[in-house]
């Protein structure tokens, strides 16, 4: 039955796909790698105690009358310096490692490569693309090329990626194993990460932060493409006949499952802007405008005094304080 299960179990390991240890981007790449020098570091002590645990259990079982008994015994300087001296040093070298990788990988930090045998390129653009997680699916925005897609993205090949990533309602992990390490999406908050892919492929996308009822299908493909693909993939997107003004991402925001990739050829500039400051909707009042009531800075204007029109247009929603 053992046998059974242990089998049964390695058969379904064999159909698993460890990208996180066989990444496509140089973040992810570096992060693989200490995983991989941590592991080794604490393996350095772990398997000595365990082996040293197991055959002490053995050599000192009751039924060995051969082994030494020495009751008096109670102290070794040799073994004292063993015990503490490479605990020690393999704590100091794993906390030296683990202190830069810390900083080197920052996620709010830009890329000072491109890959491990490749400078960045003074000359190369960076491609910005402004993240939201919606119930249950994602928007990617990108504000130089005037597009939108939902469920997918894409980017060029050894280009860096500056994501700027923010939720539309509850707390989301925006993760792409081949890429980078999960970044946490929340609403109100801006969060950042600097990422380039590697290698032309298409890699998985998901939350890793439960989200509700549709957070099994909350997926998306994330596309590696060379130069001339990506424009072409460009292309396609501005070949939609469908735009994303502020009326057409109010019924997007609304919660569905399972959503398909769709994609939108023209973007209202600052739609970004307005969902993190959760004032998509123009009848809400933005956190800013809050924020500065809240300072003393303005007070709000009375709701009879508003132009309800130009409320919706301008969003004149506040009055200069007058002391």
Request: proline fraction near 6%; include cysteine; hydrophobic fraction near 45%.
């Amino acid at each position: 039955m053992r046998f059974g299960t242990v089998a049964a179990f390695g058969a379904l390991l064999s159909g698993c796909n460890f990208v996180v240890m066989a990444p496509s981007g140089d973040i992810a790449s570096q992060q693989r790698d200490l995983i991989v020098i941590s592991t080794i570091l604490m393996l350095i002590i772990v398997i000595p105690v365990i082996s040293l645990t197991l055959f002490f259990a053995w050599r000192y079982r009751q039924s060995n009358t051969t082994a030494k008994y020495d009751p008096e015994w109670s102290h070794s300087t040799r073994l004292e310096v063993i015990i503490w001296a490479a605990p020690l040093a393999i704590i100091i070298a794993l906390g030296a490692i683990t202190w830069i990788s810390t900083h080197t990988l920052d996620p709010y930090r830009p890329l000072d490569r491109i890959s491990a045998d490749k400078p960045l390129n003074a000359d190369v653009k960076p491609i910005t693309v402004e993240v939201v997680a919606l119930d249950w699916k994602w928007l990617f925005i990108y504000p130089d090329l005037g597009i939108s897609t939902v469920n997918e993205l894409a980017a060029p090949v050894d280009v860096p990626i500056n994501f700027k990533i923010t939720a539309a309602s509850v707390m989301n992990s925006f993760y792409i194993p081949a890429l980078a390490g999960q970044i946490y999406a929340m609403a109100g908050m801006e969060t950042k990460l600097h990422a380039v892919i590697n290698e032309p492929g298409d890699y998985t996308g998901f939350s890793s932060n439960y989200s509700g009822a549709g957070f099994s299908g909350m997926r998306f493909t994330f596309k590696g493409l060379e130069q001339d693909d990506f424009d072409k993939w460009v292309e396609t997107v501005k070949a939609s006949e469908t735009d994303l003004t502020r009326n057409a991402y109010l019924e997007l925001e609304k919660p569905t499952e399972n959503a398909p990739v769709n994609y939108y050829a023209k973007t209202d500039s600052n739609l970004y802007d307005v969902i993190l400051d959760m004032c998509a909707d123009p009848s809400d009042q933005c956190m800013s405008e809050l924020a500065m009531v809240d300072a003393g800075l303005i007070c709000l204007a009375p709701p009879k005094v508003l132009d309800q029109t130009a409320a919706l247009a301008d969003r004149p929603r506040f009055s200069p304080r007058v002391e």
